[in-house]
T-cell receptor, first 118, second 114 residues
Framework: KAGVTQTPRYLIKTRGQQVTLSCSPISGHRSVSWYQQTPGQGLQFLFE???????NKGNFPGRFSGRQFSNSRSEMNVSTLELGDSALYLC?????????????????FGPGTRLTVL | AQSVSQHNHHVILSEAASLELGCNYSYGGTVNLFWYVQYPGQHLQLLLK??????LVKGIKGFEAEFIKSKFSFNLRKPSVQWSDTAEYFCAVNAATNAGKSTFGDGTTLTVKP
């Protein structure tokens, strides 16, 4: 079974630009969550999508957005990039069944996209 | 709101020493608990997880953790560390009813000296 894949693996952008990151979950997984990892702030939750709907949202500005497609693949977009957006962006997938327990709640992480904003 | 606190930011041990990394969480409901490891230059890997049942859980590479509900703790242990255990370790929690949103601790960097 293929794991979570993220593309691209590395990105370099300049301030003010926008960027789109992609995540393909494990086959059969319907929940995709996004996290930002930085040395200063650690791992912070961005948002979660389930069946094409945003189900959870973290405390990030509106410049950060996402969407999920019918095949569960997800994209996140960051507009008007700032230097502080430089980070490793991680995607995690799970079965995500509402009210599910046990292995339904286990998240599997992708390798991340390293975004550098100059 | 959930929160996770990891007690040690940086731990340095010699090979064969025993390891215990502390993790406390704050949440009023039923939780799922995880420890992840991130080796230098690699992505996040699951070490072990607790959903329910036996509070002592065993994971990969000889790691184990004990869930103590009364103390809101989920400490990670390993009897004898190896140089290859040098990595960053993260404790994470999510609510059993809202598992798509995990809260992570700040991480503990473990350095094992050969």
């Amino acid at each position: 079974k293929a794991g979570v894949t993220q593309t691209p693996r590395y990105l370099i952008k300049t301030r003010g630009q926008q960027v789109t990151l992609s995540c393909s979950p494990i086959s059969g997984h319907r929940s995709v969550s996004w996290y930002q990892q930085t040395p200063g702030q650690g791992l912070q939750f961005l948002f979660e999508y389930f069946s094409e709907t945003q189900r959870n949202k973290g405390n990030f500005p509106g410049r950060f957005s996402g969407r999920q497609f019918s095949n569960s693949r997800s994209e996140m977009n960051v507009s008007t990039l700032e230097l502080g957006d430089s980070a490793l962006y991680l995607c995690a997938s799970s079965l995500g069944l509402a009210g599910g327990v046990g292995t339904y709640n286990e998240q599997f992480f992708g390798p991340g996209t390293r975004l550098t904003v100059l | 709101a959930q929160s996770v606190s990891q007690h040690n930011h940086h731990v340095i041990l010699s090979e064969a020493a025993s390891l215990e990394l502390g993790c406390n969480y704050s949440y009023g409901g039923t939780v799922n608990l995880f420890w992840y490891v991130q080796y230098p230059g690699q992505h996040l890997q699951l070490l072990l997880k607790y959903f329910s049942g036996d509070p002592l859980v065993k994971g990969i590479k000889g790691f184990e953790a004990e869930f103590i509900k009364s103390k809101f703790s989920f400490n990670l242990r390993k009897p004898s560390v190896q140089w290859s255990d040098t990595a960053e370790y993260f404790c994470a929690v999510n609510a059993a009813t809202n598992a798509g949103k995990s809260t992570f601790g700040d991480g503990t960097t473990l350095t094992v000296k050969p």
